[in-house]
């Protein structure tokens, strides 16, 4: 069974930083990618930042200059450096990564999703 652990959240002012990090762990063969949505109060879900497994790494608009993402491939872990924060940043952020697993004959790969940890920008 494939977990997903997330930390890092928690409450900071408007211009303070966070790092967020995500864990994935059990039978896993690959990942790609692996990033973090968030959703805030009354909004759907959006892409934050993704990071693939050749090393590129994508990112909302939004975020661009102040976030960056980088993964740990031999932990199967993600992170998630958040700088400049805004009050428009508040949301709870999840992990997600599309991780591929089987046998030597068979492999699927499978969209997995963490519980989601809370990011509060205010003063």
């Known amino acids: 069974q494939v977990q997903l652990v997330e930390s890092g959240g928690g409450l900071v002012q408007p211009g303070g930083s966070l790092r967020l990090s995500c864990a994935a762990s059990?039978?896993?063969?690959?990942?790609?990618?692996m990033g973090w949505y968030r959703q805030a109060p009354g909004k759907e879900r959006e892409l934050v930042a993704s990071?693939?497994?050749?090393?590129?790494?994508n990112y909302a608009d939004s975020v661009k200059g102040r976030f960056t993402i980088s993964r740990d491939n031999a932990k199967n872990t993600v992170y998630l450096q958040m700088n400049s924060l805004k009050p428009e940043d508040t949301a709870v952020y999840y992990c997600?990564?599309?991780?591929?697993?089987?046998?030597?004959?068979?492999?699927?790969?499978?969209?997995?999703w963490g519980k989601g940890t809370l990011v509060t920008v205010s003063s």
């Open positions: 997600h990564a599309r991780i591929t697993s089987g046998t030597t004959w068979y492999k699927r790969s499978v969209d997995y």
């Open positions: 990071a693939f497994s050749d090393g590129s790494t």
């Open positions: 059990g039978s896993i063969f690959s990942i790609n990618p």
